[in-house]
């Protein structure tokens, strides 16, 4: 869940981060007061949470009559179906030198990981241009973080004496703000050395990982964070509302995060990460994904019937992918049962609905009884996933 | 109307043992059975019985008073 940028820097407010002078303004001519109060030139961001309009859209005024224009016009902006949520005025120091920090996980060695460049950017960006200037360093998510790891990071950046001391500081408490806040990505994309010698964080991303959401709540609620309020890139339509609402009235498994797209293949799909991978393959062999869904922790055959029935009414869809990862505790025969029973009550036949039926995994024996007797072929392990996207790319034509 | 699974209960076998009736409505994890206004004896809830688990807790309970057919064998 993606922060606007007033409230990451209200949470590294709170930890005693170094931040430019900025301060939230709601109309033009708030804007304009706050730039006469700050003086000088001053930078206006539009706080936005669809992904590319905060960073494209900044604007640079040299005096508060040009804040109070840019701001109008800011205040205007599409973000994903809603306005800016207000935008930010700050100044804009002119420093000796800038640095980027990024948090996150890596993946691979399955610990968060912090990295820095010795220039300002997103590190993920930087590491496509510039490699040679980024550093890295692993720490624990299980133990206190220690300072020595944002000493050592600030010590690859050549930093010495005050510079390294002052830079480990802000490491260190980015760090800890990182792990209390249960965040997924941090990422202060612009760090100034200023002409006094004091840092001051310009630029910053964070997003929580969304489970986290219930557990962070005392913090979420401290922001004015709304309960509802999961930070889409854009509003839920229709079809997405819908599918939260059979995600939520049936407590047995999941069907969700479902999200619409404008292709003519439903998707009904899932487990241990095979979502993203089955929307990814069915894309990689040329097809159009109508919706992502992601079935998991064993889902009652009612809610495999309701999504089965969401995704099959959806316009423009006039056929299925049932595809998963393999499964553990899901079970392939009572996904098998809903989607029959879904296609049917439609009536609809299901051998004429289903592209591929691939969930192998528990009780896959039974699911293939199951279908058969609805002449649907079963896919098992054999099938790969590329395979299954392939087959369902192909028969969709 | 279940498409899948048919839960077939004898209820004069069920009537037989104190208990067994309030059993079946207990351990049967998505509610197919509920008591009937009859005492000792259940009715099965027929939007409930394609959910079966066939997880076996009910023909355990009761080998002669229940039986779990799959309709797709």
């Known amino acids: 869940m993606r922060f606007y940028e007033f409230e990451a820097k209200q949470l590294l407010k709170k930890h005693r981060i170094p931040l430019v002078q900025s301060e939230l303004a709601q109309t033009a001519d708030e804007a304009q007061k706050l730039a006469a109060d ?19 859209s900044m604007r640079e005024a040299s005096d508060p009559a040009g804040a109070k224009a840019a701001a109008a016009e800011l205040l205007g902006l599409d973000d994903g179906g809603r306005k800016p949520n207000g935008i930010l005025v ?17 993946g691979t060695s399955k610990r968060p990981v912090v990295a820095a460049a010795d220039m300002a950017g997103k590190i993920d960006d930087l590491g496509d241009t510039h490699p040679e200037r980024i550093v890295r360093r692993h720490f624990s998510s299980l133990y206190p973080f220690s300072d020595y790891i944002a000493k050592e990071l600030a010590k690859s950046l050549a930093l010495e004496g005050n510079d390294l001391k002052r830079m480990t500081r802000i490491v260190s408490g980015l760090a800890r703000l990182f792990l209390d806040y249960d965040l997924a990505d941090l990422d202060v994309t612009s760090l100034v050395k200023l002409g006094d010698g004091n840092f001051v964080v310009l630029d910053v991303e964070a997003d929580l990982e969304i489970e986290a959401r219930h557990r962070q709540r005392p913090m979420l609620d401290e922001l004015g964070f709304a ?3 999961l930070r889409q890139v854009r509003e839920p339509t229709e079809f997405e509302l819908e599918g939260a609402r059979i995600d939520e009235e049936d407590p047995r498994g999941i069907i969700s995060p479902i999200a619409e797209f404008d292709g003519n293949i439903g ?38 019937r309701r999504l089965t029935k969401l995704v099959l009414t959806k316009p423009g869809v006039d056929k299925i992918a049932v595809m998963s990862n393999v499964v553990s505790n899901t079970r392939a025969d009572l996904v098998a049962r809903g989607v029959i029973k879904g296609i049917t009550e439609l009536g609809f036949e299901p051998a004429d609905k289903i592209l591929i039926f691939r969930v192998p995994g528990a009780w896959e024996a039974d699911a293939a009884k199951i279908l058969k007797k609805y002449g649907v072929e079963y896919c098992d392990r054999t099938v790969s996933i590329s395979e299954a996207a392939r087959r369902a790319v192909e028969k969709v034509g | 109307m279940a498409m899948f699974i048919r839960v077939d209960v004898d209820n004069s076998i069920v009537e037989k043992t104190p208990g067994l009736a309030g059993k079946l409505v ?32 009910c023909t355990q309970a009761s080998p002669q008073g229940v039986q779990v057919i799959k309709l797709y064998e």
């Open chain 1, 38 to 56: 700050i003086g000088g030139p001053v930078i206006l961001k539009p706080q936005a949470i669809a992904p590319g309009v905060a960073a494209a």
């Open chain 1, 90 to 106: 700050e100044a804009r120091p002119t420093g000796e030198a800038v640095y980027s920090l990024s948090f996150t996980y890596d």
């Open chain 1, 227 to 229: 309960k509802e309020d």
């Open chain 1, 267 to 304: 998707l009904v799909i899932g487990a241990g990460g095979g979502s993203l991978t089955l929307t990814d393959a069915v894309r990689k062999h040329g097809g159009r994904p109508a919706n992502y869904a992601a079935i998991g922790g064993n889902p009652s055959v009612d809610k495999a």
């Open chain 2, 26 to 57: 207990e351990v049967c994890p998505v509610k197919i059975f509920k008591l009937a206004s009859k005492a000792n004896a259940v009715e099965v809830v027929e939007n409930n019985v394609d959910e079966c688990t066939l997880c076996d807790l």
